[in-house]
Nanobody
Framework: QVQLVESGGGLVQPGGSLRLSCAAS????????MSWYRQAPGKEREFVAR????????NYRDSVKDRFTISRDNAKNTLYLQMNSLKPEDTAIYYC?????WGQGTQVTVSS
């Protein structure tokens, strides 16, 4: 079955960095576009970034452009999200989405 397992979340100070990972299994990862979403407390889940199957094209929500980078390693069936210059408003549970399935999420908290 399809399985997506996120990791790499944690507590970081404003201006800090984190790299999230999403390990995929149960489908042909190298043929699947992948995305990151996030959900802050009391808010709806929102799109963060998307990457095509080959990694050739990416797109981001405006508020994370130039700070976040989505990437993938098709040999390792893993999706990444490098997050730099983190802000308190980036605090959320981050989820990966692929092949119609969601991971369980990883908590990112940005606070001093």
């Amino acid at each position: 079955q399809v399985q997506l397992v996120e990791s790499g979340g944690g507590l970081v100070q404003p201006g800090g960095s984190l790299r999230l990972s999403c390990a995929a299994s149960g489908f042909t990862f190298s043929r699947s576009p992948m995305s990151w979403y996030r959900q802050a407390p009391g808010k709806e889940r929102e799109f963060v970034a998307r990457i095509t199957s080959t990694g050739a094209n990416t797109n981001y929500r405006d508020s994370v452009k130039d700070r976040f980078t989505i990437s993938r390693d098709n040999a390792k069936n893993t999706l990444y999200l490098q997050m730099n210059s983190l802000k308190p408003e980036d605090t959320a549970i981050y989820y990966c989405l692929g092949y119609g399935s969601w991971g369980q999420g990883t908590q990112v908290t940005v606070s001093s």
